[in-house]
């Protein structure tokens, strides 16, 4: 299954709620945590060994930047590894 397919189930008013809710976005300027919930998503759909290097690899594919809503943005492996650690997991 893809990663796209699997997001239409859930709305984008759903997501909004949750990550206000939870306040998962407090004091964060990239890695929001939609857009984390849809990179361990479309991570762990597109490799079958998920590791930090391959998040960062695949947030910088042209795919995932249009599941993901993202126009020109980087990330190193160290960022994405930040913010995993310091995510409020109730968002998830």
Avoid: W
Avoid at 56 to 65: A, D, I
């Amino acid at each position: 299954m893809k990663a796209d397919t699997l997001l239409r189930f859930i709305p984008q008013e759903t997501l909004e709620f949750l990550a206000s809710e939870s306040k998962v976005d407090n004091q964060v300027k990239k890695l929001d945590g939609i857009t984390m919930f849809k990179l361990i998503l479309f991570s762990m759909l597109h490799s079958e060994k998920v590791s930090l290097r391959v998040m960062e690899t695949l947030y910088l594919s042209m795919q995932f930047k249009m599941i993901g809503g993202l126009t020109d943005e980087t990330t190193k492996f160290n960022s994405i590894r930040d913010r995993i650690s310091t995510i409020n997991s109730d968002f998830f």
